[in-house]
């Protein structure tokens, strides 16, 4: 049985104790895809992926990965998934290519194959010269590629990789997205979790925010950042702007802070066609020396729609 869809994940529940970490949570992934769930911490990010794994069973709804129900059809998924858990699950110990080896033997069919495959995939994630070395040798970056080669040693369809580059410096962080964008053109599909904005966007074709365990919002991060009805607006004036809010009471503005002692930044409806008329304003009573008009970025549209409030 073979699915258009890679994923899908129909009106899942799940519970620890009194604590509803996902609640009807309904979502699709397609074939080649990156797919990215955004959401602050304690979202339901890892339990989501965890679910898709068929590691948590549902409480209510299920999910089908490939046209398989996870939970009752276990075998026919098994081979075709890949992991990299949140934490880097590597034995320290053991050298990288001992860490592939160990796991070639639990999931791989063929072990000359999985040797071929093994050194291709030393070789695609620049690990090759470090592959004798123990892995509490390596970096937090090339642990994460390690894991990332494991993952794909059994050359499944989908990849699940829960924090790509959590802790992981600029030039890492770019090698890693690189390698699952090469890996997505070979036909890939991924599933990430990220709370970092740059890469939802940069990596991600879709995104899913979830906030306490539900959807909240599911398109491209263009279309999401499109989708949102306001501006960011920052002035500077000389001297500071005393009472922001009185002050801008007659604009319909929101979520007023100061980055800088003479700079505020706001969210304005319709600033083009109001931008003329806050100048007048500004001008009235204060040295305006700049005024940026910007459409909102991810890092907006993840406020807008999940708080303002400290996580956790
Ligand atoms: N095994 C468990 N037992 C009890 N509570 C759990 C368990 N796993 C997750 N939770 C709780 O479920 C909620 C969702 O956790 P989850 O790990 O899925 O969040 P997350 O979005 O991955 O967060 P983070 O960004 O911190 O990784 C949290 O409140 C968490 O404390
Ligand atoms: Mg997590």
Redesign the pocket.
Known sequence: MENKNAIEVKSVR?C??S?T??EDLSFEVDKGEIFG?L????????????LMLGL?APQQGKVLVLGYDVATQTRQVYHRVGYVP?DTNLYQDLSAEENLWHHAALYCQDLKVAGERMQELLNFTSLWQRRKDPVRNFSGGMKRRLALARALLHDPDIIFF??PTLGVDVQGRFALWEHIQLQREAGKTFVI?T?NMTEADTLCDRLLI?DH?RAVALNTPENLKADMRYDVVSIRTSPPVTEPQSFLSSFPVQNISRPQPDELRFEMQGAETRVASLIQAVSRDYQLSSILIARPSLDDVFLFHTGRAL??
Do not use: C, H, M, Y
């Open positions: 799940r620890f104790g604590l970490a996902v769930l959401g602050p911490n304690g979202a339901g990010k890892t339990t989501t992926i965890n948590l949140q829960d924090e979790s709370n979830i365990g996580r956790e």
